[in-house]
């Protein structure tokens, strides 16, 4: 099967079950929550959950609230991102952001009602997606103070390992729960160095990209003084650097031969995207 089969099988059996798993029950609170969680996106992260799944030749049916959840608390993640005290954007894949579209303090309670969610429906991996979501926290509160400051690019580094790739890494242990330590351990340093390159790539798309491309307000990170690879290191040197992270990542899928390779072509994508 090519990868885009692979997608265009498993994209939407994502998508129905988060449908499935976030009913509209009439409220505006669960509409806030399915307008932004039901957007569209590439649904990277339960793809990740899914395909480290297989290298470790777990069921997928086990796995698949796992995979909701963490698209739960990556769309919750977006909704606060995007709010006035944070980032500010009014557009996310292509359309008006939570608080554009229902108000600022409707888009808050969303955010917050599906990280909760999350946890009410894959209880097993409760940990594991708690510490990722702390990380995550932190690493945009890190994010936010170096906002116009001057910092190195190993502080860089540590807040993007936790605003960016503990969610990814996560995503990608989570279809591994039940492997052998050793797989479970290969697998992490490929979410780790994912985690790295999709950071990479974000930051140079913001420099490159345009709205429509995005789906969002290109130039984000100029407009806020962010502290981002191409402005430390340049744009050429941000391109090597994810093309290495891409490379270690590969590598450390090299003992679960073809059972991995749905892995290999999204970390591909992921250096590979343009948007």
Not at 158 to 177: D, E, N, P, Y
């Amino acid at each position: 099967m090519s990868f885009e089969a692979w997608v265009a099988v498993h994209t939407p059996r994502v998508n129905a079950a988060l449908d499935q798993l976030c009913p509209a029950d009439g409220s505006p609170l669960r509409e806030a929550m399915r307008y932004s969680l039901l957007a569209g996106g590439k649904r990277l992260r339960p793809l990740l959950c899914i395909a480290a799944a297989e290298a470790v030749g777990s069921e997928i049916a086990a796995v698949l609230p796992a995979a909701c959840a963490l698209e739960m608390i990556h769309t919750f993640s977006l909704i606060h991102d995007d709010l006035p005290a944070m980032d500010d954007d009014d557009l996310r894949r292509g359309l008006p952001t939570c608080h554009v579209q229902y108000g600022e303090a409707l888009a808050i309670l969303a955010g917050d009602a599906l990280q909760a969610l999350a946890f009410e429906i894959a209880p097993t991996h409760a940990v594991l997606l708690a510490r990722a979501c702390y990380q995550m926290c932190a690493g945009q509160a890190e994010d936010l103070a170096a906002e116009g400051q001057d910092i190195g690019l190993e502080h860089l580094q540590h807040i993007h390992s936790r605003k960016t790739g503990a969610l990814l890494c996560a995503s990608v242990v989570s279809g591994a729960l039940t492997a052998p330590p050793e797989a479970r351990a290969a697998l992490t340093h490929y979410g780790e160095k994912i985690g790295v390159a999709f950071q990479i790539v974000d930051d140079i798309l913001d420099v490159t990209g345009d709205d429509a491309t995005l789906g969002k307000p290109a130039g984000s990170d100029l407009k806020h003084d962010k502290a981002t690879y191409p402005k430390l290191v340049g744009l050429d040197e941000s391109k090597r650097l994810a093309r290495r992270a891409e490379q270690e990542a590969l590598a450390a899928l090299e003992p679960f031969g073809t059972l991995a390779e749905p892995l290999r072509e999204i970390a591909r994508y992921i250096v590979e995207r343009n948007t």
